[in-house]
């Protein structure tokens, strides 16, 4: 089956044509300040209105949001799924609150950090970030990619953090991800993103053959 992709911090068209091209199967706006890839609400939903039906999945990311952060972004942006934050129980409020799908980003450092339970749609396991960074994620750190091998997740799930053309085929075939998840190893300089990267990062992931697929 094939890998499911998600570019994440687009900001702008090229970027997102040439992850719909490339057969993305999912897109992420980050609304998150202190990122260099944050955007406005006004901006995404104008990027979100060119994504057709059958595209990508619209999702947006939020960092330890309130309701008030979400109902803000939902006013102006149409989104098909959250990426969250949050503890899972704040997850699982957002979830019944906004009834759309939320995957919740898990910082792994060990294999007991691998979630074995969730109520939630799906996780997206990425590296603990670095000490002294101002974000949870999004900061082209990689996590030992053997620790999700053997690993029984309770939901679909994409592997993140530090992955770029050149080491996600391997990094897909050490963890059995379904999905993978970028936004750093895409781009010429912090939260700009490259065409011809988000391309060839699509391509090294759907060469991977896998027998089981993103759900
Ligand atoms: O991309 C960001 O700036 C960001 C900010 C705050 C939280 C998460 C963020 N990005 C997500 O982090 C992972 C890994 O990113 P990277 O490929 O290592 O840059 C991914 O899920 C991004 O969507």
């Not at 749609?121 to 960074?133: F, Q």
Request: overall charge neutral; hydrophobic content about 45%; proline content about 8%.
């Amino acid at each position: 089956m094939t890998v499911g992709v998600k570019i994440c911090g687009i900001t702008d068209r090229a970027a997102l044509d040439a992850a719909m091209d490339g057969g993305a199967r999912w897109v992420g706006f980050v609304f998150f300040g202190p990122s260099p890839r944050n955007i406005t609400p006004t901006m995404a939903a104008t990027l979100a209105a060119r994504v057709p039906t059958g595209g990508p999945g619209r999702i947006g990311l939020f960092v330890k949001p309130t309701d008030a952060d979400i109902e803000h972004v939902l006013g102006t942006v149409t989104l098909d799924g959250l990426q969250v934050y949050a503890p899972e129980p704040r997850a699982m409020e957002i979830r019944a609150r906004f009834g759309l799908p939320v995957w919740r980003a898990v910082g792994v450092a060990t294999r007991a950090d691998l979630p074995h339970d969730t109520g939630l749609d799906g996780l997206v396991i990425e590296s603990r970030a670095p000490a002294g960074s101002t974000r949870p994620g999004g900061n082209a750190v990689c996590l030992d990619w053997g620790l999700t091998h053997g690993w029984r997740p309770p939901v679909a799930w994409m592997l993140a953090g530090g992955l770029n053309p050149d080491n996600v085929a391997h990094a897909i075939m050490r963890s059995d991800a379904p999905a993978v998840d970028v936004s750093s190893g895409v781009e010429s300089a912090p939260g700009v993103k490259s065409p011809a990267l988000i391309r060839a990062f699509i391509a090294s992931a759907h060469g991977v053959h896998r027998t089981t697929g993103a759900t």
